[in-house]
């Protein structure tokens, strides 16, 4: 089973890379775009037979070392 | 004054860090690999040296974080064992929550090589005691990750509680720091992480040694106590 586990800079914290990815996007002609945020996409194989116990312990892997959660939010979709 | 640097894959700054404590302190400090368990019996400071640990993959100072050592270390900073944290050693030591806050990309995103005005705004503590407060030293800085970051609450109560030990003067703030931070001190007092190299300022060779009594005071203050 295959885990993917989405990293976002916390709503409020700034996100120098994804103000300058903005401001590519602007000088390339593409207008209206704002609120441009980067983040992470980890994907993990697992040897779990059961989707809720994986996505316990994937949910330990980031409060332990995938994300920090003083500026980062995570999100984990389990894929069979 | 026994001092042990600790070591990680990548870290690249702890010969200029051992080579200050050897001129303060006159002995040699224990050099510790990442993967012991345990730091040499009886140290009284622990330093972490500035580089890039494990290559700053998933966030600077992360993996280094999660190794055996720095369980070391947070056992001997519940001890009182004066811990500081220079750069990377920072970013170790807040993604180890022995210190509060992150270090974020450098608002400019560009790595910044430059003397920056370092203030000193508290003089209370182990690494500052032979400074005053608002003393401005010259010192250098090496960094791509210096942002310091933390939430409302935690700023408040770092500023109310007189726990931002350096901020950057002057308007030579390289990175964006909130408030200016440069370097912040634990609750307790021991532990002290800060993103310019004071080791790089200690003799005439480094252009001046205004960052000396730093080290002074921590020798100071260990054989005080």
Redesign the interface.
């Known amino acids: 089973m295959k885990a993917i586990v989405k990293i976002m800079l916390k709503p409020g914290?700034?996100d120098?890379?994804g103000k300058?990815i903005e401001h590519a996007l602007g000088s390339l002609g593409f207008s209206g775009v704002g609120e441009v945020r980067q983040g992470k996409l980890i994907t993990l194989q697992l040897d779990d037979a059961d989707a809720e116990g994986a996505r316990t312990r994937v949910r330990e892997m980031c409060e332990?070392?995938?994300a920090?959660t003083?500026?980062e939010d995570y999100e984990i979709e389990i894929v069979e | 004054m026994k001092s042990a640097v600790v070591l990680f894959p990548g870290i690249n700054r702890e010969h200029d860090m051992i080579r200050a404590l050897r001129m303060v302190s006159g002995r040699d400090p224990y050099t510790v690999w990442h993967t012991e368990a345990e730091l040499p019996a009886g140290v009284d400071l622990v330093v972490i040296p500035g580089g890039f640990s494990f290559g700053d993959y998933l966030r600077a100072g992360a993996i280094a974080a999660r190794s055996p050592i720095m369980r070391a270390v947070e056992r001997a900073a519940g001890r009182g064992v004066k811990v500081l944290g220079v750069c990377n050693g920072f970013q170790i030591l807040t993604e180890t929550h022995l210190l509060p806050g992150a270090l974020m990309r450098n608002a400019g995103l560009k790595f910044v090589c430059r003397t920056i005005d370092l203030q000193v705004e508290n003089a209370d503590t182990f690494l500052t005691n032979r400074l005053s407060r608002g003393d401005v030293l010259p010192c250098p800085v090496a960094h791509h990750d210096g942002n310091f970051f933390a939430d409302d609450e935690t700023l408040k109560r770092l500023e109310g509680e007189g726990r931002v030990v350096f901020r950057y003067a002057n308007g030579t703030n390289p990175n964006g720091s909130l408030n200016d931070i440069a370097g912040i001190i634990n609750e307790r007092g021991n532990v002290i992480g800060m993103m310019p190299h004071p080791e790089d300022r200690v003799e005439p060779l480094h252009g001046g040694d205004e960052c000396l009594p730093l080290f002074r005071s921590v020798v100071e203050q260990v054989a005080a106590s």
Do not use: C, D, E
């Open positions: 914290v700034l120098p890379q300058a332990k070392l995938l920090n003083v500026i």
